[in-house]
Nanobody, 122 residues
Framework: QVQLVESGGGLVQAGGSLRLSCAAS????????MNWYRQAPGKQRELAAAITSGGSTNYSDSVKGRFTISRDNARNTVYLQMNSLKPEDTAVYYC????????????????WGQGTQVTVSS
């Protein structure tokens, strides 16, 4: 079974930095896009950053210039470096990836991490 495990969340003061990691494991054939979503209490889940299998990146306007998404294909891992954090960045951050795998034969599915809490205090 394919699994995404996130780590790196925590409590930080405004202006500080955190680095999130998300590692995929299981009978993986390939990983297409990898993404970081976030959801603040009472708000819709939003896409914060995305990276293609080739390394092309895209960011929401709210994090552009402050966050950097990267991936290590050899480790099946995606990272989110978050700098200059603001209180409005407080949310649960979810890793998401579209993965081809050996599960009940060949299949391609979207997988989600368990979420990691990021809290930015003022």
């Amino acid at each position: 079974q394919v699994q995404l495990v996130e780590s790196g969340g925590g409590l930080v003061q405004a202006g500080g930095s955190l680095r999130l990691s998300c590692a995929a494991s299981g009978p993986i054939l390939s990983i297409n896009a990898m993404n970081w979503y976030r959801q603040a209490p009472g708000k819709q889940r939003e896409l914060a950053a995305a990276i293609t299998s080739g390394g092309s990146t895209n960011y929401s306007d709210s994090v552009k210039g402050r966050f950097t998404i990267s991936r290590d294909n050899a480790r099946n891992t995606v990272y989110l470096q978050m700098n200059s954090l603001k209180p409005e960045d407080t949310a649960v951050y979810y890793c998401n990836a579209r993965i081809a795998a050996y599960t009940l034969g060949y299949s391609v599915n979207d997988y989600w991490g368990q979420g990691t809490q990021v809290t930015v205090s003022s």
